[in-house]
């Protein structure tokens, strides 16, 4: 009888991983033709004492209404926060479209970024100049904000993608730092650099 259950609950993922991965192509594809808005379904994983949950969130996304300039891949972009009231879902566009590898959930990735908030109208943060950051693509929330996890989904290398990103999928009602207020929409130009599976 346990075999049997557990032959079920195998089934059953596998089921849950193809309509995940065939949702994630579907929504990219529609995504990338322009239309106005997308669902994309995000996968997490997290490991506990008890064995390994896999938990999908879908996320409405729409482009950016009021994009910044595109600016050249691998110089530091300008970030233009927009002067129009902070969106309430998740906003992404490409700036500039890549020609690299897809970055896919569970893969390391090697960013460049700016980071303006709504809060500021002003550049709070810039990668450009320390060092790349390097974080794995769906371990939300351990390593970055469920913004990033569902707006870098798809993004090739080479390319430059603006996100602006509402407080439900950001820190909420929660101040991290100094520039970033509770309950800020954040405006991040990303240029991905590397994808490692």
Do not use: C, H, K
């Given at each position: 009888m346990q075999r049997q259950a557990k032959k079920r609950q195998n089934i059953r993922r596998a089921v849950i991983v193809g309509i995940v991965a065939m949702v994630v192509v579907a929504?990219?594809?529609?995504?990338?033709?322009?239309?106005?808005?997308?669902?994309?379904?995000?996968?997490?994983?997290?490991a506990s004492a008890s064995g390994s949950?896999?938990?999908?969130?879908?996320?409405?996304?729409?482009?950016?209404?009021?994009?910044?300039?595109?600016g050249k891949f691998g110089t530091a972009p300008t970030v233009v926060v927009p002067s129009t009231p902070a969106p309430t879902s998740l906003e992404v566009s490409n700036l500039i479209v890549g020609h690299g590898a897809i970055a896919k959930s569970g893969e390391t990735l090697d960013v460049q970024y700016v980071l303006a908030t709504y809060s500021t109208h002003k550049v709070i943060q810039s990668s450009w100049t320390?060092?790349?950051?390097?974080?794995?693509?769906?371990?939300?929330?351990?390593?970055?904000?469920?913004?990033?996890?569902?707006?870098?989904?798809?993004?090739?290398?080479?390319?430059?993608?603006?996100?602006?990103?509402?407080?439900?999928?950001?820190?909420g009602a929660k101040s991290p730092g100094a520039g970033i207020a509770k309950n800020d929409t954040l405006v991040f130009v990303v240029d991905l650099l590397k994808v490692t599976p």
């Open positions: 929504s990219a594809a529609y995504f990338f033709s322009g239309n106005s808005g997308t669902t994309v379904s995000t996968t997490t994983t997290t949950t896999t938990t999908t969130v879908a996320a409405v996304i729409r482009p950016v209404t009021d994009p910044s300039p595109a320390s060092s790349p950051f390097s974080f794995v693509l769906g371990a939300n929330p351990e390593q970055v904000i469920a913004g990033w996890d569902q707006g870098m989904v798809g993004m090739r290398v080479g390319g430059r993608r603006e996100l602006i990103i509402p407080p439900s999928l950001g820190y």
